[in-house]
């Protein structure tokens, strides 16, 4: 019998979707758990029999063309996707140390210190551009009406940034503005990381 | 008249057919069983349709759905992985303290009595969620996510749909992009604790506070450039900061006033902590 605190991790493995260190701690655990092994087995032999499903089922609406079509491409470009998935989670990585850094665990108490905020900022447009470019590659597989949606609320968001960071630039020792700057900025880049994933 | 006999018998056994409920041929059904243990976990994943998933005092967990898709299943006794590759109206029967993982495009996810973790992810779909898991995670870019009932712990995260959350919960964070946020939470009297510790943030959506706050609870409210509104029980006990850069702060709780965008004060020692920060939208404070 599988392991239940493993059976997400499992999933994830089979579905190809772990990075490489996460996959190797599933390996190394499957070299000695017999009950994983054979669930592995069988998780296998559900994406196979999922795979030999008809791959023309039509749609009932409009929708699922997109998808589907998505759906296809994947194969396809799955050489791609790993580097691209570890590339948004390094981003992302970035920019959540970058703002532990200046947020600490409660909003209620704020760091008054000014020294980092510049590296901070810079740390953030870097993981930012980053999670954009990985975005850009995939935005092809994405359905319009969810690319129609991003650029809308991408607009909305750098607008917000525009603005926060105008009026700091005014006020540079405010740290309430400081605060809500980093809470659009991470709100931003949760944005990103988060159509990545769909995309991927 | 043998032959008007024989016209008779056929339309009687087209009508039978017909009666007899079979799907027209674009339509699958399919309805399935198993054996599942009470706190097992079942991952779901169908890409449009709709996604029901009951909780039941019954330790099997049952699928039945129809669809234009095809569905496929495999698992043990503790967990199950059902997977529908097109579109299909989904039904799933689970034991109400399972785990259940969710994954769509389009779909919309209806979860009614399951007491167990949930964590449901859609693009574009409807997220609702009616009783009191222990546990919700719920994400959806476009659609709205309401949860009602109570849990112990909320994470919902939209960036254009509306979130409203209600019941008696005690862990909430909600966050939202250009969605509004409506919290109404039911206090001890009605078999709540309050909120011990709530987290909302919108950057261009309203947000709303409507309920009763834990003694000792911690409530954050965030708003780039909406307005962020805060009822609470006129007896409430709590610290109150609120800040705003350029927005305007409204007090109907009690006689303090705001200056210069900061409203700082305190209805007794002990209480909970209320923050509230806004960038360019307003912020009120008055009595439920």
Request: proline content about 3%; some cysteine; hydrophobic content about 45%.
């Amino acid at each position: 019998m599988m392991c239940n605190e493993w059976e997400a991790q499992l999933n994830e493995y089979v579905d190809g979707t772990l990075a490489a260190e996460a996959r190797a701690l599933v390996e190394a655990h499957l070299a000695g758990c017999a009950g994983c092994r054979a669930a592995v087995v069988e998780l296998r032999a559900l994406v196979a029999s999922a795979a030999d499903l008809p791959k023309r089922i039509e749609p009932a609406r409009d929708l699922w063309t997109g998808i589907a079509a998505r759906v296809g491409k994947r194969e396809v470009r799955n050489g791609k996707r790993w580097w691209r998935t570890a590339l948004a989670a390094a981003a992302t990585i970035v920019i959540g140390f970058a703002l532990y850094r200046l947020l600490p665990p409660s909003a209620v108490h704020h760091r008054s210190e000014g020294t980092g905020w510049v590296a901070v900022q810079a740390e953030y447009e870097q993981a930012s551009d980053e999670l954009t470019r990985a975005l850009a590659t995939e935005r092809d597989r994405l359905a319009p009406a969810t690319v129609a949606l991003l650029e809308r609320n991408l607009a909305v968001i750098d607008a917000a940034l525009r603005e926060s960071r105008d009026a700091l630039a005014r006020d540079p020792e405010n740290v309430e503005l400081r605060g809500l700057v980093a809470s659009v900025a991470r709100e931003k880049v949760e944005l990103l990381r988060w159509a990545t994933r769909v995309a991927t | 008249m043998t032959r008007h006999l024989g016209w008779l018998g056929f339309v009687l056994a087209v009508a039978a057919r017909s009666a007899l409920g079979q799907a027209p041929a674009d339509h699958n059904r399919f309805q399935a069983r198993w054996p599942f243990d009470s706190d097992g976990s079942v991952r779901i994943v169908d890409p449009a349709g709709r996604i029901r998933v009951i909780g039941w005092d019954v330790d099997s967990l049952a699928v039945s759905g129809r669809g234009p898709g095809r569905l496929a299943a495999a698992g043990t006794v503790s967990v199950r992985k059902l997977v529908v590759t097109g579109r299909a109206e989904l039904e799933v029967h689970v034991p109400r303290g399972a785990r259940v993982w969710v994954k769509s495009a389009s779909a919309d996810i209806d979860v009614v009595g399951v007491d167990g973790t949930l964590d449901l992810n859609s693009v574009a779909g409807a997220i609702h969620v009616v009783g009191t898991p222990a546990d919700v995670t719920a994400e959806t870019m476009d659609g709205p996510v309401e949860l009602a009932g109570g849990s112990g712990r909320a994470r919902v995260k939209t960036v254009s749909g509306a979130i409203l959350l209600r019941g008696a919960s005690v862990d909430l964070g909600a966050s939202t992009l250009s969605g509004t946020i409506v919290v109404r939470a039911a206090g001890w009297q009605r078999g709540g604790t309050g909120v011990q510790r709530g987290k909302f943030e919108s950057v261009t959506g309203d947000v709303r506070f409507d309920g009763e706050l834990g003694r000792g609870g911690i409530v954050e409210l965030e708003s780039q450039s909406g307005a962020i509104a805060l009822r609470v029980p006129a007896t409430t006990v709590a610290d109150f900061d609120l800040v705003t850069i350029a927005g305007s702060i409204t007090n109907r709780l009690t006689a303090a006033t705001a200056g210069r965008g900061v409203l700082r004060f305190s209805t007794g020692a002990g209480g909970a902590q209320v923050t509230a920060r806004s960038f360019k939208g307003s912020i009120s404070l008055e009595a439920k």
